[in-house]
C-alpha cells in the first residue's frame, strides 16, 4: 500500500467519525477532508511526522473508549496547590471528581450553542487540520468565565486524565476561557494517563482577554505514558492585557504545542516561556505565534530544551508585525542543550514584519553541555555528575524562575531537579 | 609535594609538553615563565586534570599519589587548586551556592562533616575580608558580567575557601591594572604558608614583585631550558626571551 493511500485512509476514518450537527461542525468537517491529514510535505508538521505516528498506534474508526474509573487524583494532583479542580476524564466533564467553588468565575461544562459568538473564530480551522478535527468532533470542554473586575487568586486547573488500562482511548477536548475586563485568572491544563495502551487527546482552548485583564496559562505535560497529543491554545488580546504562557513537555511519546497570542489590542504585553526536557522517544513539537497587530505592544519568548536519548524536539517561532502594529518590541529566544548524539532538535524562527518602527530580535542556540563549565566545577572539587546537574538546572532554571505561583514553581522545579538529578 | 618527571602531553596531534621535570616542596613558590607557546597553560591544565589534553610520557606524583590517575574533582579534593587564566561564566549558578557545593563534596571525601548554611556563611565572610572582595558579587551568577579583576579576585575567594595544598595560578596577571593585580597578589600571600606551595604561570616579572617566588624555571617548546632564583625574573625583564631561544638553539 502506498503512503498517500495510506494518508487518504486515516483522513477518512476519522472523517467518518465527525457530525455536521451545527454550523461549524459542518464547516469544519469538511475543512479537515479538504486538508486531511498533515503529510510529509506540510510545511506546519514538516519535522512532525504525525500522522505516521498515529497510524501506527491508532485505528480511529474503531476506537471505543471504556468507561474510565478513578476515585481520585492522588499522584495527579499539584500537591499544596489551593486550586478549583476540574477533571476531564477520557476526554468527558467529570462531575464527581471536579471541586468547583465561588461565584467571580463561572467553570462548567461547554455549550456549543451559548458560545456560538467565540467558538471558532480564533483557533483557525481552515489551515490546520487538527483544528478542524477538533472543531468537527469535540465531544467535551470546559468554559472558563471570569466577570469584569475580578480578581480571582486560586488557580483553576484542567486535570485532563486518560485511562488507558482496557484499551486504546481518543479524545477530542475543546475549551474556552473568556477573561473580562480588569481580571485576572490563572489556568493550568495538565495531562496524565493510566495504563499502557496508547493514548491519544486532540485539544483546543480559546482563550478572549478582555481590556486591561490578565490571563496566566500553563500546559504540563509530564505523563510518562503511551501518549500522543496535539494542543493548540489560541489567545485573544484587548488592549492592555497581559498574558503570560507556560509550557512544559517532560514526557510522553508524540506532544506537538501549537500556542498562538493574537495582539488585537494597543499596550498588550506576552510573555512566553517553554521548557522541555526529552529524553527517550519523545517528539516534542512547539509551534507558536506572536501576531502583533495594533501598536505599542511588547512580547518576549523564551524556549529552552534539554534532549538526551533519541528525542527529538522542534521549535518554530514565527513573530508577525502588522503594518498598523508600530512601536512593537517583540523578542524570541530558544536554547537548547543535546547531550545526546541521537538526539535532534529543528528549531527556525520565522519573523515577518510589515511595520517600519519595530524594535525586534530572535535567536537561536543548539549546543552540547559547556564542557568549559563542566570542568570549571569539577576542579572545584565538584562531582562530575553534580556539575552536570548543576549546569542544566541553573539553564532550565531560567524558564521556572518566572513562574510566579510559588507551589507550581514547587512542583515543576520538583520534577526538573529529579529528572536532571539534581541533587545539590 | 609535586615530583614531575619527563611529562610529555599533546592536544589532537600538537605535541606541547616535551618532557618537563620539576620538583615543588613544601612552602615553596614555583614560577613558571616562558614566551606565547611555550606549554606554560599547558602545563597547568594538565596539572588540573583537563580532558582535552592526552599525557603521552612521564609522571606526576603529588602527596605520593599518582596525579594524572585522578580525576579533577578528586585532585581538587586531594588539596590542588587551579586558578583559571580565563574563568568560566556559568549563568544562574551562584558563587555561594557553587562554592558551597564544592566546600562540602570535599568536606565528604575528607570524611569531615558537612557544614550547615550558618557556618558556611561564616567562613564565607571570613574569606571575603582576606581577599577584599564584594559580597553582592557572590550572590551573582558565576562570573556573569564581572569584569576581568573581578574575576581573578573571585578566583582567589575560591582558592581561600578551598585551602589548598597546591595551587596554581595561571596567568592571573593577565587583564588586570596594577591595582586589582595588588589586591589579588595580596589574597595569594595571605594564603601562603609554610605547609602549602605554589605554581605561578607568567609571562611578566610584573606579578612577580608581588608574588615572590623561591624559583623560576623558563619553559620554552614544551621544556624547561632554564632555572634559577628570583633574579632569573628580572633578567628575563630586561633582556626579553630572545636569549633563551639563541641559549637554546646553540646547545
Not at chain 1, 516534542?284 to 523564551?302: C, F, G, I, Q, Y
Request: net charge negative.
Amino acid at each position: 500500500m502506498s503512503e498517500i493511500t495510506e494518508v487518504k485512509n486515516s483522513t477518512s476514518e476519522i472523517h467518518s467519525t465527525l457530525t455536521s450537527s451545527t454550523p461549524l461542525r459542518e464547516k469544519a468537517k469538511s475543512a479537515f477532508q479538504q486538508l486531511g491529514l498533515p503529510q510529509v510535505k506540510t510545511e506546519e508538521y514538516r519535522h512532525t511526522p504525525i500522522t505516521r505516528a498515529l497510524e501506527k498506534n491508532f485505528n480511529f474508526s474503531s476506537i471505543q473508549n471504556a468507561s474510565a474509573s478513578l476515585k481520585n487524583l492522588n499522584d495527579i494532583e499539584i500537591p499544596g496547590l489551593d486550586a478549583q479542580v476540574i477533571v476531564m476524564l477520557n476526554g468527558e466533564f467529570s462531575e464527581s471528581l471536579s471541586r468547583i467553588s465561588g461565584s467571580d468565575v463561572i467553570i462548567k461544562k461547554l455549550d456549543e450553542a451559548e458560545h456560538r459568538e467565540y467558538l471558532g473564530k480564533y483557533a483557525d480551522f481552515k489551515s490546520d487540520a487538527l483544528v478542524a478535527w477538533n472543531t468537527a468532533g469535540w465531544q467535551s470542554g470546559v468554559l472558563i468565565q471570569v466577570a469584569e473586575n475580578k480578581v480571582i487568586e486560586k488557580p483553576i486547573v484542567i486535570y485532563n486524565i486518560h485511562d488507558a488500562s482496557p484499551g486504546e482511548v481518543k479524545s477530542i477536548t475543546r475549551n474556552l476561557a473568556v477573561v473580562g475586563k480588569n481580571s485576572e485568572v490563572t489556568i493550568i491544563e495538565k495531562f496524565d494517563s493510566i495504563g499502557a495502551y496508547p493514548n491519544f487527546s486532540n485539544q483546543v482552548t480559546e482563550g478572549l482577554v478582555f481590556e486591561n485583564a490578565g490571563l496566566n496559562f500553563y500546559s504540563i505535560q509530564a505523563d510518562h505514558g503511551n501518549r500522543f497529543q496535539v494542543g493548540q491554545t489560541t489567545i485573544w488580546q484587548a488592549n492592555h492585557s497581559r498574558v503570560n504562557t507556560y509550557t512544559f513537555t517532560f514526557d510522553g511519546k508524540f506532544v506537538r504545542n501549537n500556542l498562538q497570542l493574537l495582539l488585537d489590542g494597543e499596550g498588550c504585553e506576552s510573555h512566553m516561556y517553554g521548557l522541555y526536557l526529552l529524553h527517550g522517544d519523545t517528539v516534542a513539537d512547539n509551534h507558536t505565534v506572536v501576531d502583533h497587530r495594533k501598536p505599542n505592544s511588547v512580547s518576549n519568548e523564551l524556549y529552552k530544551g534539554v534532549l538526551e536519548g533519541n528525542s527529538k524536539g522542534i521549535f518554530n517561532g514565527k513573530i508577525f508585525v502588522r503594518p498598523d502594529a508600530q512601536k512593537t518590541n517583540a523578542f524570541q529566544t530558544n536554547r537548547n542543550i543535546s547531550l545526546s548524539d541521537k538526539a535532534t532538535i529543528n528549531t527556525k524562527p520565522q519573523l515577518e514584519i510589515w511595520a517600519d518602527d519595530v524594535k525586534c530580535s530572535h535567536g537561536c542556540t543548539t549546543g552540547q553541555l559547556d564542557e568549559e563549565a563542566l570542568f570549571y566545577l569539577r576542579s572545584r572539587g565538584i562531582e562530575k555528575n553534580t556539575a552536570r546537574a548543576m549546569i542544566l538546572y541553573a539553564f532550565a532554571a531560567e524558564v521556572l524562575d518566572n513562574i510566579p505561583n510559588e507551589k507550581l514553581r514547587l512542583f515543576i522545579d520538583t520534577m526538573v531537579s529529579e529528572r536532571l538529578h539534581k541533587n545539590f | 609535594m609535586l615530583s614531575i618527571k619527563n611529562l610529555q602531553a599533546k592536544i589532537e596531534d600538537n605535541q606541547i609538553l616535551n618532557g618537563i621535570t620539576l620538583e615543588v616542596k613544601p612552602g615553596e613558590v614555583h614560577a613558571i615563565m616562558g614566551p606565547n607557546g611555550s606549554g606554560k597553560s599547558t602545563l597547568a591544565s594538565v596539572l588540573a586534570g583537563r580532558e582535552e589534553y592526552e599525557v603521552t610520557a612521564g609522571e606526576a606524583t603529588y602527596l605520593g599519589k599518582n596525579l594524572l590517575e585522578l580525576s579533577p574533582e578528586d585532585r581538587a579534593r586531594e588539596g590542588l587548586f587551579l586558578a583559571f587564566q580565563y574563568p568560566v561564566e556559568i549563568p544562574g549558578v551562584s558563587t555561594i551556592n557553587f562554592m558551597k557545593t564544592a566546600v562540602n563534596q570535599i568536606r565528604k571525601y575528607r570524611g569531615q562533616e558537612t557544614l550547615d548554611a550558618v557556618s558556611f556563611l561564616s567562613l564565607m565572610k571570613e574569606k571575603i575580608k582576606l581577599v577584599e572582595i564584594d559580597q553582592t558579587l557572590l550572590n551573582r551568577s558565576l562570573n556573569e558580567g564581572f569584569s576581568g579583576g573581578e574575576k581573578k579576585r573571585n578566583e582567589i575567594f575560591q582558592m581561600a575557601m578551598l585551602e589548598p595544598k597546591l595551587s596554581i595560578l595561571d596567568e592571573t596577571d593577565s587583564g588586570l591594572d596594577i591595582d586589582a593585580l595588588r589586591i589579588v597578589a595580596n589574597g595569594v600571600n595571605k594564603l601562603r604558608s609554610k605547609n602549602n606551595s605554589t605554581i605561578v604561570v607568567t609571562h611578566y616579572q610584573r606579578l612577580l614583585e608581588y608574588i615572590v617566588p623561591d624559583f623560576v624555571h623558563v619553559l620554552y617548546k614544551g621544556k624547561i631550558v632554564k632555572s634559577g632564583g628570583k633574579e632569573l625574573a628580572l633578567e628575563l625583564e630586561a633582556k626579553g626571551y630572545d636569549w633563551i631561544k639563541d641559549e637554546v638553539a646553540v646547545a
